[in-house]
Nanobody, 123 residues
């Protein structure tokens, strides 16, 4: 069974950068679309970005457009979320998730989830 583990979160100042990692085990990530989601306190889980099985990127959150990118390293069985120009509004728990076929901005469509990693943007 596919297992996902996020890492790389922490405290960063506004305008700073973080790179989150989503490491897979059990199965190969190259057969899955991988999405990044985030959930802030009191808010629903929000789709951020997804990378398709072929490597294409889809953005589901207008607020991160031009600042966040997603990439895949199949050799390391890992997907990354590069976050630049971070804002306090980006503070949330960030999750990666895997789908057997296609990218989606809706969390209910995904089959596998990591445990999440906290990102806090504050001065």
């Amino acid at each position: 069974q596919l297992q996902l583990v996020e890492s790389g979160g922490g405290l960063v100042q506004p305008g700073g950068s973080l790179r989150l990692s989503c490491a897979a085990s059990g199965l190969s990530l190259d057969y899955y679309a991988i999405g990044w989601f985030r959930q802030a306190p009191g808010k629903s889980r929000e789709g951020v970005l997804c990378i398709s099985r072929s490597g294409g990127m889809t953005n589901y959150a207008d607020s991160v457009k031009g600042r966040f990118t997603i990439s895949r390293d199949n050799a390391k069985n890992t997907v990354y979320l590069q976050m630049n120009s971070l804002k306090p509004e980006d503070t949330a728990v960030y999750y990666c998730a895997a789908d057997d076929y296609y990218c989606s901005g809706q969390w209910i469509e995904y089959d596998y989830w990591g445990q999440g990693t906290q990102v806090t943007v504050s001065s």
